[in-house]
């Protein structure tokens, strides 16, 4: 049986240099875009609104590869999930 070969794209350093500078800055981030998804690219948040999709489309028409997305969470929220038992 023959293997088939898929084409893996290998991740930029920039984009774990951009996720480790979202980490190092959350807080920052949390008061400039509280409760909002962020674009990080080189280092700066380049995109931010409530609707990830939004964010996701402007980054498209700026042309950018590889962006970092974060949500920028500010305050106490509480998730929960529901289970489906049968």
Same mark, same amino acid.
Request: glycine share 6%; hydrophobic share 35%; net charge positive.
């Given at each position: 049986?023959?293997?088939?070969?898929?084409?893996?794209?290998?991740?930029?350093?920039?984009?774990?240099?951009?996720?480790?500078?979202?980490?190092?800055?959350? +807080?920052? !981030?949390?008061?400039?875009? =509280?409760?909002?998804?962020?674009?990080?690219?080189?280092?700066?948040?380049?995109? /931010?609104?409530?609707?990830?999709?939004?964010?996701?489309?402007?980054? +498209?028409? !700026?042309?950018?590869?590889? =962006?970092?997305?974060?949500?920028?969470?500010?305050?106490?929220?509480?998730?929960? /999930?529901?289970?489906?038992?049968?």
């Amino acid at each position: 049986m023959r293997q088939r070969k898929t084409a893996t794209k290998k991740t930029p350093s920039r984009y774990w240099d951009d996720s480790d500078w979202g980490i190092a800055n959350a +807080q920052m !981030l949390s008061e400039q875009y =509280p409760n909002m998804w962020v674009a990080i690219y080189n280092k700066k948040a380049i995109v /931010h609104h409530k609707e990830l999709g939004r964010v996701a489309r402007q980054v +498209q028409q !700026l042309g950018v590869n590889d =962006p970092v997305f974060t949500f920028s969470e500010r305050g106490i929220h509480v998730y929960g /999930h529901y289970a489906v038992v049968s």
